[in-house]
Structure formats: C-alpha cells, structure tokens
C-alpha cells in the first residue's frame, strides 16, 4: 500500500500534538485544583513536585494555560485557576470519577483502576463517559 500524502500525515501529527496538549492542560488544571483543596493553595514548586517535573516545566506550561485564559499567574504568588479553568478542572474530575467507577464496577482493582483511568478519561468520547456513567453506579463518597 503507498504512503499517505505528506498533507495527510502532517494533518494527523497536528491533531495529535493537539490532543497531547489538551492533555496536559487538563492534567494541570486538574492538579492546581486539587492543590488548592489540599493545601490552600498551588505554587509552582508544588505543582512541580506534584506532577513530577522540573519547576521549569511547570512555568512553561502554566505561562502557556495563562495564554488561553485557564490561570491567572504573578510572580512570586500562587497559580490561581480563572472561571474557565475552575470549569474545566471540575469537567476532567466528574470524567476521572466515572471512568473510574466503570473500571472498579468492571472488577478492575482500585489501585490499577486509578492508573487506567488517568489514561482513559482523555481518550474517550462525551457519548462513551456518559455509557460508562449508565453502566456503573456513582462512586461512592468518603464517609
């Protein structure tokens, strides 16, 4: 079978890279918001230790978050999560919670279940997480 056209493969590494980058916003604002419930609060270096990269890491993808309006950032202060932000980190978590249920309901163990859905609640469609939301009952709170 010949290759595809160039324009075609380039096409599909953009919507890859995108996707990769949807990722990764989703996984920081998630993060900050759980810092903020943990601790008050969410630094750099926090997050940094949180998500397992350099400090430098962190200033390049929160600068990129406070591009599009998800954060707001001064020097010296802690990463703050804008409306849009709040609204997306609570989105990713109401997916992270469903697509983790569905695994634990499926009889996946909890501690691999909670690694699967890290990966999982990116790659699925609204129409699979609200399947999977049908098929496994709410996860339970903590007492």
């Known amino acids: 079978m010949p290759p595809k056209p160039p324009s ?3 096409a599909r590494f953009r919507s890859t890279r995108a996707a990769h980058r949807d990722e990764t916003a989703e996984d920081y604002v998630e993060a900050i918001m759980q810092l903020q419930a943990e ?3 969410a630094r750099v270096k926090d997050l940094s ?10 200033t390049r993808i929160v600068s990129r ?3 599009v309006g998800l954060v707001a950032t ?17 989105w990713v978590r109401k997916r992270h919670d469903i697509v983790l249920s569905f695994l634990i309901h ?6 691999q279940a909670e690694i699967d859905a890290e990966g999982i609640e990116h790659h699925v469609s609204d129409a699979t997480i609200r ?9 339970e709170s903590p007492p």
Do not use: C, N, W
């Open 131 to 139: 399947a999977m939301q049908k098929a496994a009952p709410p996860p």
């Open 39 to 41: 601790r008050g609060e």
């Open 8 to 10: 075609d493969q380039s």
């Open 74 to 90: 001064k020097p010296y202060k802690p990463i703050t999560l804008t409306p849009a932000g709040r609204r997306l980190a609570a």
């Open 106 to 111: 499926l009889g996946v163990p909890p501690r």
């Open 49 to 58: 230790a949180f998500m397992g990269v350099s400090h430098v890491t962190v």
């Open 65 to 67: 978050l406070a591009k």
